[in-house]
T-cell receptor, first 110, second 114 residues
Framework: GQSLEQPSEVTAVEGAIVQINCTYQTSGFYGLSWYQQHDGGAPTFLSYNALDGLEETGRFSSFLSRSDSYGYLLLQELQMKDSASYFCAVPSGSARQLTFGSGTQLTVLP | NAGVTQTPKFQVLKTGQSMTLQCAQD?????MYWYRQDPGMGLRLIYY???????DKGEVPNGYNVSRLNKREFSLRLESAAPSQTSVYFCASSDSRENSYEQYFGPGTRLTVT
């Protein structure tokens, strides 16, 4: 089976940098995905890492270390609108169906 | 493009009632999924369909059935609703091409079973 662990809550101030960690245990590994979900909304895709290293997309970056079964999402220049839940997830199987972590609630303070 | 649409947005059922949640996508995706999300938790996979004509159980399939009606539509049925099925239900779809891992989610159906 698959299991993912991430912190339940993180708080930071506007303009700061925050890192959300995710460790995983999987049988068969394609890569690590990250999704953002605002309160009452649908999850939206942020990034996917198949290979080790850092992938940057604007203010957000995602890192993967396959040997450590570990990844993180890095959010820079935090804005109030970044307050949301962030989920790491791993795809598996014929349909690349996702197993999600329990999510990290990020609160950005003014 | 509407993306992934779900109906209804909200529903209240009494224990033992049945209902079908509808999902449709207009992105010509092969794969579709149903997840449930309980308060403060991640999403859990109920059923999925890798392609038209196939369906498979996910992590929490008990109490649910699905139908992949065609490439666009994937419905979820609760035959006899229970309070434990109170949750938010998300449908999603994805392109099964080799380097594509993004799933697109619908707005969700908020279901309460009393």
């Amino acid at each position: 089976g698959q299991s993912l662990e991430q912190p339940s809550e993180v708080t930071a101030v506007e303009g700061a940098i925050v890192q959300i960690n995710c460790t995983y245990q999987t049988s068969g590994f394609y890569g690590l995905s990250w999704y953002q979900q605002h309160d009452g909304g649908a999850p939206t895709f942020l990034s996917y890492n198949a290979l080790d290293g850092l992938e940057e997309t604007g203010r957000f970056s995602s890192f993967l270390s396959r040997s450590d079964s570990y990844g993180y999402l890095l959010l820079q220049e935090l804005q109030m609108k970044d307050s949301a839940s962030y989920f790491c997830a791993v795809p598996s199987g014929s349909a690349r169906q996702l197993t999600f972590g329990s999510g990290t609630q990020l609160t950005v303070l003014p | 493009n509407a993306g992934v649409t779900q109906t209804p947005k909200f529903q209240v059922l009494k224990t033992g009632q049945s209902m079908t949640l509808q999902c449709a996508q207009d992105m010509n995706h092969n794969s579709m999924y149903w997840y449930r999300q309980d308060p403060g938790m991640g999403l859990r996979l109920i059923y999925y369909s890798a392609s038209e004509g196939t369906t498979d159980k996910g992590e929490v399939p008990n109490g649910y059935n699905v139908s992949r009606l065609n490439k666009r539509e994937f419905s979820l049925r609760l035959e006899s609703a229970a309070p434990s099925q109170t949750s938010v239900y998300f449908c999603a779809s994805s392109d099964s091409r080799e380097n594509s891992y993004e799933q697109y989610f619908g707005p969700g159906t908020r279901l309460t079973v009393t």
